[in-house]
C-alpha cells in the first residue's frame, strides 16, 4: 500500500475509524465483534498503541489511541487483513471488507481528547441502536465509568480531566450531560 500522505507520529493522539465498503455491516455477531477486538488487543496494545477509548458498530468502527512505535499502520493492517479473513471465511464471502486503509485524525488539543471519547460513546445512541451508551457492549464506555474491567482501554487519561475522588461518576455525569445537550456532534474529527 501506499505511504500515508501525513505520517502518524508516536507520542500524538489519533481519531483512528473505518467503515465496510458501502457502508455494509462488517460486524453482524458478538463473536465478530470480540474477534476485532482481541487482534486489536493482540496487536496494538500495549506496545504499539495505548487505546483511549473504543466503539465497534455494526458498519463503522472508531479508536482513540495515543501512538506509541511507528509499527502502528503495519499493526492496523494486520489486524484489518486478519480480521476480513475470518470474516469472509465465516460468512463464505470473498475480498475487501473495509473501504480502504483505516483513516486517522490528528487529535492535538486536551479538549477534543475528551470531546471524541463523548461521541465514541455516544455513537450507539446517535445512530439509535441503543437509547444509553450503556447498552452498548461493544464500547469502551462500560469501563469508563466502573461497571467492566477491560484489558483495552487505558482510562487514566480521560478520568485525569475529572476529580479524582470519583471519576468513574464524573465521566458518566459528562456523557449523560452530552446525551441531554446533542453537543457531541463535530465534523472535523468524523468520516470525511
Excluded: C
Excluded at 13 to 20: A, E, L, P, T, V
Excluded at 37 to 44: F, G, I, P, S, V
Excluded at 50 to 73: C, G, K, R
Excluded at 153 to 177: G, K
Amino acid at each position: 500500500m501506499p505511504q500515508r500522505k501525513e505520517p502518524l507520529i508516536p507520542g500524538e493522539y489519533y481519531h483512528i475509524f473505518n467503515r465496510g465498503i458501502n457502508s455494509q455491516v462488517v460486524f453482524q455477531t458478538d463473536r465478530n465483534y470480540f474477534y476485532f477486538l482481541r487482534k486489536t488487543k493482540e496487536y496494538l496494545t500495549p506496545k504499539i498503541a495505548s487505546i483511549i477509548a473504543y466503539v465497534l458498530m455494526p458498519t463503522h468502527y472508531h479508536l482513540l489511541v495515543q501512538i506509541n512505535h511507528e509499527d502502528f499502520s503495519l499493526a492496523m493492517g494486520r489486524i484489518g487483513n486478519s480480521y476480513t479473513k475470518a470474516y469472509n471465511l465465516e460468512w463464505d464471502r470473498t475480498g475487501p471488507l473495509f473501504e480502504g486503509r483505516f483513516k486517522s485524525k490528528l487529535v492535538n488539543l486536551d479538549e477534543y481528547v475528551l470531546r471524541l471519547s463523548l461521541y465514541i460513546h455516544l455513537n450507539p445512541v446517535s445512530s439509535r441502536l441503543v437509547e444509553k451508551p450503556e447498552d452498548w457492549p461493544y464500547s469502551s464506555y462500560l469501563d469508563l465509568i466502573g461497571i467492566k474491567e477491560g484489558v483495552l482501554p487505558l482510562i487514566n487519561l480521560v478520568h485525569s480531566y475529572f476529580d479524582y475522588s470519583d471519576p468513574h461518576f464524573r465521566y458518566q455525569n459528562f456523557v449523560e450531560a452530552g446525551l441531554k445537550s446533542q453537543d457531541y456532534q463535530f465534523s472535523h474529527l468524523l468520516f470525511d
